[in-house]
């Protein structure tokens, strides 16, 4: 495996997967490369969708494909917005929309546990039988008001309590030790050079 296809348009995922896999001589292209449009996301869990879409990056490429699918989910809502964390409050997507619905859904609630959820595919080719796959969890609170300027998505509302701070607070390095996409990319690196040694 010489190169994989990033199954997103997203360049900071880019950046940060290329520098996990250059150890391992791993090229990483971004799926617009090869002009991939967007995959469809119709499944309820974080797994199922990010499957599809590194099986349907792997069909119009060729290539291995990765893809993740991650998303909030806060207990009381029964693990909403989870798979439509990104569209949370309809289309076009907004960070700011999310997040204002957000906290009229907890308005009045004493529970805010939340946690981000992270599922990572890797395809081999498009009908790969077994998929390398890694999960990663990141446990904290809802806060009432946003806070810091860094991060993206919920990362303003999302306390980390160990820290007393949110993950748009915390600086970007700390941020991908402790991030529930950080623990899965670890745990598929792993199981990468196992299967690479």
Known sequence: MKQLVLASGNAGKLKELSALLAPLGIEVLPQSAFQVPEAEEPHPSFIENAIAKARHAAHVTGLPALAD??????HILGGSPGVLSARFAGEPKSDQRNN?????RLAGQTDRRARFYCALALVRHADDPQPLMATGEWHGEILDAPRGSAGFGYDPLFLVPDLEQTAAEIPAELKNVLSHRGKAF?????????ELA
């Open 186 to 194: 670890r745990q598929l690196l792993d199981k990468l050079q196992a």
């Open 69 to 74: 699918d991650s998303g909030l989910c806060v």
């Open 100 to 104: 204002e619905l957000l906290l009229t």
